[in-house]
């Protein structure tokens, strides 16, 4: 019983530590996001067109997107074999350094380096959690478990654009922006090195079962692999798990759609000045925290099954409301852009969190979630990539309608993929 109670207090104080420091990883991440309409003024100023620079920064911004995707192929891998916590200790001190780097840049060449290395690094976060996740939590609670870890770059992210938003209201100019992210995720960094561990068994504890389920059989409950083959052989040949990959690839595009011009979209749109609208645009993550802690809780009572089942109907549903905002003249109304891209949030950031989180911990048990989740996150955001430059260009040929209109086209495909998924879970069980 005394066991009992100190593992739950050595996982509340890990899950506490990984959820925070992630959404450290937010504030210097969503800083590009908040500020794209400052440095698109002093860009203006320099004698560039408003036009050029929201490509030039979605150029950045979908260069930084495939450094992070590749960099996800790499580091879920380099994790299953190193450990979680060294690999999300890592990321944090990549992303502090180059994200000071970005500040003192100047020019779109040092922009894009710069930037893309912090994405490169910052790919080392979330399977570091994973793994860690792995071997301190029972594979009976890994969706209300995932579900808080998402919470990280979910009300994380909603956090990091209120904090920054409340610097901008004061007058911070950008650069300014960047080197506050950076050093609250060097204080966030300092609490994790002095008290994030690996697994119960650096105190003294046993670890909890892994999902009997997994791909890897008995292997499952073995931290590391012993060779690529070994790790990557049962994962390849699996359908579900490309399956995942596939709607992987269309949630993240649209997801990380929202996170990017959420508030350059509502500035244009719905009418709000900088501060408001950077502000409202963490509403969809704050939603979005929700949809997934529910979602989470759900699933661990619903089985495999009814996490896919809850991704199909999240997905029809994510569709139906990206036809509308991409179809309905909002005319001069603030509160309905708003109101449905809350609602996007709502639908879909729940089904989301499985892919990545839960579904990777069902695949890869101890042995290989980190790579499960690796894999999936990457290919998922080799479609994210089209959310910068490419979506940039759509905004400004059709306009917002347009750009909705394509988000909406990639939920359809997706929600496909995600009945595919519903039917091979339901034939297993």
């Known amino acids: 019983m005394e066991k009992s109670r100190r593992l ?24 590009l996001s908040v500020v794209i309409p400052l440095i698109t003024q002093e860009l203006v100023a320099r004698g560039i067109s408003a036009e050029a620079a929201r490509i030039h920064l979605g150029t950045i911004a979908s260069v930084g997107v495939l450094t992070y995707a590749l960099g996800k192929f790499i580091s879920g891998g380099i994790t299953d074999f190193l450990g979680g916590r060294r690999n999300f200790l890592a990321g944090m001190g990549g992303s502090i350094l180059f994200t000071v780097c970005f500040a003192l840049a100047g020019g ?46 979910l009300f994380g992210d909603a956090a990091a654009r209120e904090y ?36 119960p068994t650096s105190v003294g504890l046993n670890e909890p079962h892994a999902n009997p389920e997994n791909l890897f059989k008995d292997e499952g409950e073995e931290p590391a692999p012993s060779g690529l083959r070994d790790l990557l052989g049962p994962l390849l040949r699996s359908g579900p798990f490309w ?64 996490r896919a089942a809850i991704i199909f109907f999240g997905m029809v549903l994510t569709g139906v409301t990206l036809f509308f905002l991409g179809r309905i003249d909002f005319g001069h109304s603030t509160f309905w852009p708003v ?28 042995h290989g979630s980190a790579t499960a989740a690796g894999i999936i996150d990457g290919i998922g955001y080799l479609g994210g990539v089209l959310a910068g430059d490419s979506v940039a260009r759509i905004s400004i040929a059709y306009g ?26 339901r034939r297993s069980q």
């Open 164 to 199: 920054l938003s409340i610097l901008i209201r004061h007058g911070m100019g950008w650069r300014s922006v960047f080197l506050v992210a950076a050093g609250t995720l060097g204080l966030l960094f300092l609490v994790n090195l002095a008290f994030l561990r690996e697994s």
């Open 243 to 306: 399956l995942v990959c596939l709607l992987s690839l269309g949630v993240t595009l649209v997801r990380e759609t929202f996170n990017l011009w959420t508030p350059t979209y509502f500035h244009q749109v719905a009418g709000l000045d900088q501060a408001g609208a950077a502000q409202s645009s963490a509403l969809f993550p704050l939603f979005g925290g929700i949809s997934v802690l529910v979602a989470g809780y759900a699933s661990d009572r619903l089985g495999r099954s009814g």
């Open 400 to 425: 917002w309608r347009g750009a909705f209109s394509f988000l909406a086209a990639a939920a359809g495909l997706s929600s496909a993929a995600a009945f595919a998924f519903l039917l091979t879970q």
């Open 108 to 153: 779109f060449p040092l922009f894009t380096l710069t930037w893309a290395v912090n994405r490169l690094m910052q790919s080392m976060g979330w399977p570091g959690i994973v793994k860690i996740s792995s071997r301190w939590f029972s594979y009976s609670t890994y969706g209300t478990v995932m579900g808080i870890m998402s919470l990280s770059f």
């Open 339 to 366: 109101a449905l891209v809350t609602t996007v949030a709502l639908m879909m950031l729940g089904p989301y969190s499985y892919l990545a989180g839960a579904i990777s911990l069902d695949f890869g048990g101890k």
């Open 8 to 31: 739950l207090r050595w996982q509340v104080l890990t899950a506490s530590l990984m959820v925070s420091g992630y959404a450290g990883y937010y504030l210097c991440r969503s800083d």
